[in-house]
């Protein structure tokens, strides 16, 4: 479905936002413009892909005027950008609110000016029984897309809006085993905030491949989950070391705002869940859109978990994370 396609990815310079880039200009898009408020990694990003189909556009989510101008008969709205540094964020919570919230909402609005045809927001974990401050921005984020439907007027707005929420990206921006292969590099004690805490991984390429079924299969208000399994942070300390030699360990504590364990599916979304291929799908009962499940040929629903959650699923043994760490060629960056 991408093939000819003119897109838009806001946040386009971030570590997600490059990788998909990439993959999209290899499924023979016609344009990408890159929406982002970074000149200097739109400077780096526009020499690293050296590609005519490329337009790099200065702008912030905050600012809605400029948003319309930048969709102006794009086909595809990719939603990448967020204040996303959990300890910055519950410092600076205003500032969150503005990008991830408002700014969401101006990337709606938008949309619906510029009768943008499918708008997809990527999100998080954390915005399931939010602990913290990014996490409940994005789940605002996310009700602001899946209910974005009501807004549809007939014959002039048709945007299908959709979201996707999946665990960490492996090696992605402030994702903790960069942090530890430099510390371990460095001969420093890797500091560890509990030996316990587990969470959902995901790689870049599993991330993207997730991205682009869902946008291609959703019909509108969806919100899509893929099936991931987890890793605890014992279990990325001991293939680290098992990799780069044992350098120590220090245990400084959960910092303010993060969860031992991350939930993809709380008990109560459970009843509007659906399995459907390698994925879950929650559809939205308020939304006007409301996508009914014969659209999706074989899926069945889901009623034999309590929660989707990162203790709860099978962990990557130590021998499985060193080959996803060597596989990922951290160790060389």
């Not at 386009?12 to 929406?35: H, K, M, P, Q, Y």
Request: glycine share 6%; net charge neutral.
């Amino acid at each position: 479905m991408f093939r000819g396609k003119k897109i838009l990815i806001t946040g386009g310079t971030g570590s997600l936002g490059t990788a998909l880039t990439s993959r999209l200009l290899n499924e023979g898009v016609d344009t990408i413009r890159i929406f982002s408020r970074n000149e200097n990694k739109q400077i780096t990003m526009e020499s690293k892909f050296k590609d005519d189909r490329l337009r790099f556009l200065l702008g912030d989510i905050r600012d809605y005027s400029r948003l319309v101008r930048a969709m102006e008969d794009i086909d595809i709205v990719f939603h990448a950008a967020a204040l996303k540094h959990v300890p910055i964020i519950e410092y600076n919570p205003f500032e969150a609110i503005k990008t991830n919230v408002i700014g969401s909402q101006n990337v709606i609005d938008a949309c619906l000016e510029e009768n943008i045809p499918k708008a997809v927001a990527v999100g998080t974990d954390k915005a399931v029984s939010p602990l913290n401050t990014y996490g409940a921005t994005k789940l605002l984020m996310e009700k602001l897309f899946v209910t974005a439907s009501n807004y549809l007027q007939k014959d002039r707005h048709q945007t299908n809006f959709v979201a996707l929420r999946y665990g960490n990206v492996l090696g992605s921006s402030g994702s903790v085993i960069p942090k530890f292969i430099e510390q371990i590099k460095n001969k420093e004690k890797i500091t560890i905030t509990d030996p316990s805490m587990t969470r959902f991984s995901i790689t870049m390429d599993e991330a993207l491949d997730f991205i682009l079924k869902a946008t291609e299969i959703s019909k509108g208000s969806e919100i899509f989950i893929p099936k991931l399994q987890a890793y605890s942070i014992s279990g990325i300390k001991d293939a680290l070391f098992d990799l780069l030699g044992n350098t120590g360990s220090d245990i400084i504590g959960i910092r303010e705002g993060e969860k031992m364990n991350e939930v993809l599916l709380n008990r109560e979304e459970i009843r509007y869940s659906w399995e459907y291929e390698n994925m879950y799908m929650v559809l939205n009962p308020l939304s006007k859109n409301n996508v009914p499940i014969d659209e999706y040929s074989n899926a069945t629903k889901v009623d034999s978990m309590d929660e989707y959650s990162s203790d709860s699923v099978k962990k990557f043994s130590i021998e499985e994370m060193k080959k996803i760490i060597t596989n990922s060629k951290l160790l060389t960056k």
